[in-house]
């Protein structure tokens, strides 16, 4: 399994970036599918996860301003990120783990990282104010 980000880039605080992430040999439906960032110096924390059965959730400091969406067909992740601001800039991460129970799924869906078993290589997201 690959999981491939891309999207990141500049933009000025205010502005917006879409990234994508494409899970290579991901099969099978049941999986939750996250977002992390990892600033400089700060530890990696949760951004966005969608369940298999499309339930969202988000970390307080995006919700409203971040939209987590998946095709299936296409094994591809997104998130849209609008009102960026520089408190957003990150390494930003995708993340794909198994919802082999209901503890596992609720784990991830509070977005447990441990509970994540595959991990892209990032995409760094700058907003400049």
């Known amino acids: 399994v690959e999981l491939v980000e891309s999207g990141g880039g500049s933009v000025q605080a205010g502005g917006s970036l879409r990234l994508s992430c494409v899970a290579f040999?991901?099969?099978?439906?049941?999986?939750?599918l996250g977002w992390f960032r990892q600033a400089p110096g700060k530890e990696r924390e949760g951004v966005a996860v969608i369940a298999s059965d499309g339930r969202t959730n988000y970390a307080d400091s995006v919700a409203g301003r971040f939209t987590i969406s998946k095709d299936n067909a296409k094994n591809t992740l997104f998130i849209q990120m609008n009102s960026l601001k520089p408190e957003d800039n990150a390494m930003y991460s995708c993340?794909?783990?198994?919802?082999?129970?209901?503890?596992?799924?609720?784990?991830?869906?509070?977005?447990?990282?441990?509970?994540?078993?595959?991990w892209g290589q990032g995409t760094q997201v700058t907003a400049s104010s």
């Open positions: 040999g991901l099969t099978g439906d049941d999986y939750c």
């Open positions: 993340a794909a783990g198994p919802e082999t129970s209901s503890f596992a799924r609720s784990m991830l869906f509070s977005l447990a990282q441990r509970y994540y078993n595959y």
